[in-house]
């Protein structure tokens, strides 16, 4: 198994990256600097931060000159202020720093008791502006106050109770927070504290001759307001001499957490920009892998499986790891070629043929697949699952190779739900688990004949043209195995697209409509994705037995009307219909689908088809 984690060794050739935004830091010369780095979901981001760090690490003297922070405002989420436990966590580590050398103990301790004075402004303040105010008091403090003046006030024994009760829960929640703190001599003004607070930090740093580099890892993964409240504790330590911010988010998710910090106020997208690139003086995006990289990825994930299982030898596989990285930073004038792979094993290459033969034929697609698209993690999460289905068919006597396991499990993740359908459905069907025709198709891809003749028409598509390209071929294979080793997907041979209570219950009122109905296509939307493709299955199967009737092609637009991303799929069901029994009625429902354009050309142009729905489909842009 690979653990889906921020990897400790670098596999992508990030390093090179890593090393630029480390030579900004150096090049600095103590000048502050932010550095944001973004990326999508899986892409890479915490393990680039992490390089920065360790990039600096290694350094001669690193220990000297640098202060190295880690902070997750993820961890703190709904346990505690993410604003004050940066603030807090920046002077705990200088404190440690300053008593491992033994000098300005006093002056970080000083700092501390300043983060804590900010902290009882942080309470006090709600209860300062209702004293001002003359209305009633916010915060902890106010709430004591309250109860106190209550319990005063009361006269009977059950409102004493009740009143000295809201005393004991309002003391209770103030205690803490102000008990470190109420010794320590105030500043003149909470605006004063904080610009203290930045004097204080700048020439401790300046007396330390160190800079601070915090790493700031899972910013989008919290709630809006958690990382607007850690970037607002950044804000009162950015641009402070001696001081490096490397921040690692979704920089969409932070401008999403912007706009939702602002509330209904109605901002501009050049003022959301404007707030963010304030912050981000250096913004640095994760590079997105190419066939290059994938491949080379790939293949040092299985090796490292192979010598996990005493295939490989862990020399051969960290000689081969290395001379792999090195060729990766010359890919661009040549690629990384198979051949390229099996010199970097050496001898060993024959013990990972198999590993680096599918490494070689993965990489386009995982690449090129919409489902993947060469994300790290979702490539991590395809392996892992494989191995755990390699463990499972060992377990159980079946005889499925591995290069066949990843090859069934690739057409799984990526195929449409009406392909996997198809396969699933002739499989099931056959006596031996094989699909008609496969040989034939394979025979002819083979060749270098073009991919003219699909089995189905949901197989239609350049993913399914690489993907019967693959080796080893099906066609003579018994394919229940694997169908049975994926019944997460087809959860029984005989019931495979198995629908939820609620997507039944859709396909009922589906079945009896015969045109688009607002309230149908709202039912639609309650459904997922994934459960809305099932139904469209069960209407395009009910359209088949009907021949194709306009009312049961009508009905389909009610699921793409919700859900616009399974127009493909509908695409797919429409060009089964021969060319004189499509029906007049779908044009007006075709015209204006962004999805449909290209079939609504195709069937304008072909005079086979019924000359009213040919009038119809030409008013499309009119």
């Not at 009143?163 to 605006?191: G, H, I």
């Amino acid at each position: 198994m690979w653990q889906d984690c921020e990897a400790k060794v670098d596999l992508l050739n990030f390093t090179l990256v890593a090393n630029a935004a480390a030579e900004l830091i150096r090049d600095s010369r103590g000048a502050p600097v932010t550095i944001g780095v973004s990326g999508g979901w899986g892409a890479g981001k915490s393990s680039l931060v992490k390089l920065v760090g360790a990039t600096l690490e290694v350094e001669k003297d690193a220990g000297k000159k640098y202060i190295f922070l880690e902070f997750n405002a993820w961890l703190y989420q709904g346990f505690d202020d993410a604003r004050q436990a940066l603030l807090q966590s920046v002077t705990d580590r200088l404190l440690e720093v300053a008593q491992e050398r033994k000098s300005f103990v006093e002056e970080v301790l000083a700092l501390r008791h300043r983060v804590k004075w900010l902290k009882l402004g942080r309470i006090a303040m709600p209860t300062i502006a209702g004293l001002v105010a003359g209305t009633a008091l916010g915060g902890p403090l106010g709430a004591l106050i309250g109860a106190a003046g209550g319990l005063m006030r009361s006269v009977d024994d059950a409102s004493r109770e009740r009143e000295l009760n809201s005393l004991k829960e309002a003391y209770a929640q103030l205690q803490p927070e102000l008990a470190n703190v109420l010794k320590e001599r105030p500043a003149d003004s909470l605006p004063k504290e904080i610009q203290g607070l930045r004097n204080a930090f700048e020439d401790i740093l300046e007396k330390l001759k160190v800079t601070l580099v915090v790493l700031v890892d899972d910013l989008d993964r919290c709630l809006p307001n958690t990382a607007i409240a850690t970037l607002e504790a950044m804000r009162l330590l950015l641009y402070v001499p001696r001081t490096a911010f490397i921040i690692a988010a979704d920089e969409q998710m932070i401008r999403t957490a912007v706009r939702v910090h602002f509330g209904s106020a109605d901002i501009s997208d050049d003022l959301v920009t404007s707030y963010f690139d304030k912050l981000i003086q250096v913004p640095l995006r994760v590079p997105r892998l190419g066939i290059n990289e994938v491949k080379v990825y790939v293949a040092l994930l299985l090796a490292e499986l192979a010598e996990r299982r005493g295939k490989l030898k862990a020399q051969a596989l960290a000689t081969a790891q290395a001379s792999l990285l090195e060729s990766l930073k010359r890919a661009w004038s040549g690629g990384i070629t198979h051949d390229v792979l099996k010199r970097a094993f050496g001898e060993s290459a024959t013990s990972v043929a198999t590993e680096l033969d599918m490494a070689e034929q993965l990489a386009p697609l995982l690449v090129s697949a919409e489902q993947i698209a060469g994300n790290p993690r979702l490539i991590k999460r395809f392996l892992n699952n494989l191995a755990i289905r390699d463990t499972l068919a060992k377990a159980q006597g079946m005889t499925t190779g591995f290069d066949a396991l990843v090859k069934m499990q690739l057409f799984e993740r990526c195929a449409s739900s009406a392909a996997f359908e198809y396969l699933a459905k002739k499989v099931s069907s056959h006596d031996e688990g094989h699909l008609d025709g496969l040989a034939d198709i394979e025979s002819a891809l083979r060749k270098g004949e073009e991919y003219k003749s699909p089995p189905d028409p949901s197989w239609a598509g350049n993913f399914y043209e690489q993907w019967l390209k693959l080796d080893p071929p099906l066609a003579k294979t018994n394919l229940k195995p694997f169908l049975y080793l994926s019944r997460d997907r087809a959860p029984s041979l005989a019931s495979y697209d198995e629908m939820s209570q609620e997507a039944r219950a859709v396909l009922e009122g589906a079945l009896k409509a015969d045109q688009v109905l607002p309230g149908l296509v709202a039912q639609f939307r309650t459904l997922s994705e994934q459960e809305a493709e099932r139904v469209l299955n069960r209407l395009v199967r009910r359209a088949r037995s009907d021949n194709w009737s306009g009312a049961s092609v009508a009905r389909f637009f009610n699921c793409t009307d919700a859900h616009p991303n399974l127009g493909g799929q509908l695409v797919a069901a429409l060009r089964e219909i021969g060319a004189k029994q499509r029906p007049p009625q779908v044009g007006p429902l075709l015209v204006s689908k962004p999805w449909a354009t290209e079939l609504v050309a195709q069937w304008k142009d072909d005079k086979e088809t019924p000359e009213q729905l040919r009038r119809l489909l030409g008013l499309r842009g009119k």
